[in-house]
């Protein structure tokens, strides 16, 4: 599965932007698919997962602001970022595992796809 990562930019806080991960060479609708973020000088977090029955898991630092979504028909899973902080600001991440629970590790994720720069100003 290559993943590819895109919709960041720069964003005034309390902002919206929306991310995209696009997956080729397989469908999606079998893996689970997870976001995560990293910042300068910081390890790589976890943000927020979906299963592919769907189901949501968040960080509890986006709870109430980010939500993740699937559209399996376009292979793509998406991460709309409300009410952004300038502490969101990181590199984000998307990875895929046929496992729920790999998919929320950032060591154990199978499919990785390149980051997209997420900048929110104060």
Same mark, same amino acid.
């Given at each position: 599965?290559?993943?590819? *990562? ?6 005034? *806080? ?11 060479? +397989? ?31 968040? *960080?509890?630092?986006?709870?109430? +602001? ?29 990875? *895929?595992?046929?496992?729920?629970? +790999?998919?929320?590790?950032?060591? +154990? ?14």
């Amino acid at each position: 599965v290559q993943l590819q *990562a895109s919709g960041g930019g720069l964003v005034q *806080a309390g902002g919206s932007l929306r991310l995209s991960c696009v997956a080729s060479g +397989r469908s999606l609708s079998s893996y689970a698919v997870g976001w995560f973020r990293q910042a300068p000088g910081k390890e790589r977090e976890f943000v927020t997962s979906i299963g592919w029955t769907s189901m949501t898991t968040y *960080a509890d630092s986006v709870k109430g +602001r980010f939500a993740i979504s699937r559209d399996n028909a376009k292979n793509t899973v998406y991460l709309q970022m409300n009410s952004l902080k300038p502490e969101d600001t990181a590199v984000y991440y998307c990875a *895929a595992d046929p496992s729920l629970g +790999r998919v929320q590790s950032a060591t +154990r994720a199978e499919y990785w796809g390149q980051g997209t720069q997420v900048t929110v100003s104060s």
